[in-house]
């Protein structure tokens, strides 16, 4: 029996400290985070009245999608620190040059890591569990049209013959041409173009996923009361955005 009572006392311990560690002690920190209102400096610098400043309407759909979809699987959205884990901070989309507040601008700064608040506003925190495909923390910054997004979900090899993502077929629908929205059919040739006399569409859902995937900029002005000292990420330019 004593045995038996030794063996549950340290398969609890094994079990429930890692729980405790990293699961409770990490929820029991962040879920009383709120927006936080900007300073009267701050404001001049600030995009909205407060951080972060939140997305609805389609945004929020899209965001749903994305989290239906499993595209978190191969993309991560998380800006990870250089000095803690490797470079992900100049692999991921954009190389951002700071504005402090004391003025001084074109002053190169690396793109900011990210913060429980960046996903203040999120149901499901896409953080991500591999980088199969690039970190999407910052997509909103590539000059991408919504046609290009629409046809990289649609059908990744039409744009990159060697693209191992799966395309999202069930969020288009392929329609006669002249029967529907034919404006906003995608420019599939080849292989990939549907058969003679159709087009292929986005659907409702399929412009939420990009209009989400648009509004990925997680460059918003961290309070001074949050982070010590407030920085601005700005874009340096089109030649800042490596395409990837």
Same mark, same amino acid.
């Given at each position: ?182 404006? +906003?059919? %995608?420019?599939?040739? =080849?292989?990939? !173009?549907?058969?003679? *006399?159709?087009?292929? /569409? @986005? ?20 309070? +001074?009361? %949050?982070?010590?000292? =407030?920085?601005? !990420?700005?874009?340096? *330019?089109?030649?800042? /955005? @490596?395409?990837?």
């Amino acid at each position: 029996m004593t045995q038996i009572r030794s063996f549950i006392i340290l398969l609890a311990i094994t079990f429930g400290l890692p729980w405790f560690a990293l699961i409770l002690m990490p929820h029991m920190s962040f879920k009383d985070l709120a927006a936080t209102p900007y300073s009267e400096d701050e404001l001049e610098l600030a995009d909205g009245s407060s951080y972060p400043p939140g997305g609805a309407g389609r945004v929020a759909n899209g965001h749903a999608i994305y989290t239906a979809e499993g595209c978190a699987y191969c993309h991560t959205q998380m800006v990870r620190p250089s000095d803690q884990l490797g470079t992900d901070l100049w692999r991921d989309e954009w190389n951002g040059r700071g504005l402090d507040w004391e003025g001084d601008e074109g002053k190169p700064a690396p793109i900011r890591t990210l913060r429980p608040e960046d996903y203040l506003e999120e149901t499901v925190a896409h953080l991500g569990i591999q980088r199969t495909g690039p970190d999407l923390s910052n997509f909103g910054w590539r000059n991408l049209s919504e046609t290009q997004i629409h046809q990289s979900l649609y059908s990744p090899r039409s744009l990159n013959g060697r693209s191992n993502m799966p395309g999202y077929k069930n969020l288009y629908r392929v329609q006669r041409k002249g029967s529907g929205a034919g404006s +906003k059919a %995608l420019p599939l040739e =080849g292989e990939f !173009a549907p058969k003679e *006399g159709y087009e292929v /569409v @986005p659907t409702p859902r399929a412009d939420a996923l990009v209009s989400y995937l648009k509004s990925l900029r997680k460059d918003h002005l961290v309070p +001074k009361s %949050l982070s010590g000292k =407030g920085t601005a !990420a700005t874009a340096a *330019g089109d030649d800042a /955005v @490596p395409q990837s």
